[in-house]
């Protein structure tokens, strides 16, 4: 008989129409890894916004940290984080992230579209959030054409303070894929959360680890479909596979369930 590895009943994704407070309560309580709305973007409204991105330049997050290099257009605050909290750059860089966001001249506010959506059936609603009173970044374009690392988002660990005014009791990451390649580009997430042994495994000066950091860990694929939005619980290592064939841009940003009730969001 061979051997059937172990499986998580709530190691799992599932996929909706809409991000319903079933499911956002799900994956905040970790009866769920991933949730996937296929369709959540319309091909003409993909169209639009891959159209006038192609014709900017993107930045690279921060090459020392990030490497293989990742493309991006608009402020992330990864970029700006200066000894456990955020450096005067962010607020500096946020200026230029929305000139350079409005000079793209849209029909229609693509993180703003996002984030109602997100927000729609929870009873707390969306918003923005806030540091020191002030709003932070809206949500970064960002192509990782050669990959993410292995890595897992978590602001309570990366942050000495809140990062933002209101306290948080849950996050997700998430992701609103644009233009997708035809082979390559998974995101894969490990049903491993970060322990104290993990650190042997960081790559030096990178956002990243070594694979090895979850060996032997269940894992499960998500090829992502252009239109489509993926909610993570990104505290789950979680890594994205090299593209090959075309572009992989996404529109992304982190979301904190804050104590209050609402869903708040920043990049
Ligand atoms: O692009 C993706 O699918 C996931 C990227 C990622 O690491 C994140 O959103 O936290
Ligand atoms: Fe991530």
Request: with cysteine; net charge negative.
């Amino acid at each position: 008989m061979p051997r059937v590895a172990p499986h998580d009943p709530f190691f799992r994704v599932a996929t909706a129409t809409a991000f319903t407070h079933r499911l956002l309560s799900g994956l905040a309580a970790g009866r769920y890894a991933a949730v996937r709305v296929p369709g959540f973007f319309s091909p003409e409204r993909c169209a639009e916004v891959l159209g006038a991105l192609e014709r900017r330049t993107f930045d690279s997050y921060g090459t020392a940290r990030v490497q293989p290099p990742v493309m991006r257009f608009g402020v992330g605050i990864s970029d700006h984080m200066a000894d456990g909290g955020v450096a005067d750059s962010y607020w500096e860089a946020l200026e230029g992230h929305d000139r350079a966001w409005r000079a793209l001249d849209l029909s229609f506010d693509p993180f703003a579209v996002c984030r109602e959506a997100l927000g729609a059936h929870w009873p707390g609603g969306v918003a923005v959030g806030r540091r020191g009173g002030r709003e932070l970044g809206d949500g970064v374009a960002r192509e990782p054409n050669q990959g993410f690392l292995v890595h897992f988002d978590d602001a309570s660990r990366e942050y000495t303070e809140d990062l933002l005014d209101t306290p948080l009791i849950g996050q997700f990451a998430f992701n609103l894929y644009l233009s997708v390649p035809p082979s390559g580009g998974e995101t894969v997430l490990w049903r491993h959360r970060w322990q104290p042994e993990d650190e042997a495994y960081r790559l030096p000066a990178s956002y990243g680890y070594d694979e090895a950091v979850v060996r032997g860990a269940e894992s499960l694929e998500i090829t992502p479909c252009a239109g489509e939005a993926l909610l993570i619980d990104p505290r789950y290592f979680h890594a994205v596979r090299p593209s090959r064939g075309a572009r992989r841009v996404a529109l992304g940003f982190a979301v904190g369930l804050a104590s209050s009730g609402q869903l708040v969001t920043w990049a």
